[in-house]
């Protein structure tokens, strides 16, 4: 399902099964591999972009893979993670260089942290949690948190080697982003709460959302944020999240990934 959002109105296209009549012109196949499921991805710039993923056969997964293209996508090269135990959830990826994965080790919920600094082609500093790992964000090469189930937020400041819990709430912990400033950020949970902090992430405070749903994604373009989430929703602030309001989507499905470019956004779930 694609929805394309815009500040003032919104229109909705069909699902993807279909998108070849309606959008067509807009999109070609640059890259098909049977055998990896692909999970995440982040693009630094219109050149260089990362896909995170399992490799696998007969749905067997083998070991976590990236995926990264220097030339927007025509040509890929493929990386592992270096242990065939590890499989990436989310990843964010700070340049060409610095990747920071949260995932799994092993099966249940083993949550695993690991990072590159050669652009995902070896990985190291291995960190493992208790709880299942849902994101990663990390504001600079130091500073960066750990997100997962049952209330787990971990902090980092050494870039991984230590972390430090925080503990807020004891509900699932979503999503995160950061304003230009890297001091104000918001943090999106299960059953719609949402934290916002104004000292770089060393304490957060609780802002009301008006949903009762997860908070699965966040996008921030200036002094405006939205975020997307379970059963369609999709709220809005103009004030640095201290306020929100929610923005009317026609189809009701869980929305997990969203993007902006200037007025234009686009949500997919």
């Known amino acids: 399902m694609r929805i394309i959002l815009q ?3 919104l229109a909705v296209f069909i699902c993807l099964s279909i998108s070849q009549f309606i959008l067509a012109q807009n999109w070609q196949l640059l890259h098909h591999r049977d055998n990896i499921e692909m999970l995440d991805m982040h693009f630094i710039d219109q050149s260089i972009g990362f896909v995170f993923g399992d490799s696998s056969i007969s749905g067997t997964v083998i070991t976590g893979v990236v995926l990264k293209t220097n030339d927007g996508g025509t040509s890929w090269s ?7 135990n590890y499989s990436t959830t989310k990843a964010y990826a700070l340049n060409a260089n610095e990747i920071f994965s949260a995932g799994r ?36 090469s130091s500073t960066g948190w750990v997100m997962g189930k049952n209330g787990l937020l971990s902090k980092t400041t050494d870039g991984g080697l230590t972390w430090n819990p925080q503990n807020i709430s004891g509900e699932d912990m979503l999503s995160m982003e950061f304003f230009n400033d890297g001091l104000t950020g918001l943090l999106g949970c ?28 966040v996008e921030i373009e200036g002094n405006e944020a939205w975020f997307c989430g379970e059963a369609g929703i999709v709220i809005h602030s103009t004030d640095y999240g201290q306020t929100w309001y929610s923005q009317s989507v026609s189809i009701p499905v869980d929305y997990g990934a969203m993007s902006f470019a200037g007025s234009n ?5």
């Open 190 to 217: 299960g059953g719609g709460e949402l934290y916002r902090t104004t000292d770089g992430g060393n304490t957060w405070n609780p802002v009301s959302s008006n949903v009762n749903d997860g908070l699965l994604n």
């Open 78 to 84: 493929t990386y592992t993670l270096g242990n065939p």
């Open 265 to 269: 956004g686009w949500v997919g779930g």
């Open 7 to 9: 500040k003032t109105t």
């Open 105 to 140: 080790s092993g099966g249940g919920n083993n949550g695993l942290f690991i990072k590159s600094v050669d652009g995902g082609a070896s990985w190291t500093n291995p960190a493992t949690f208790g709880e299942k790992l849902f994101n990663v964000f990390f504001l600079n």
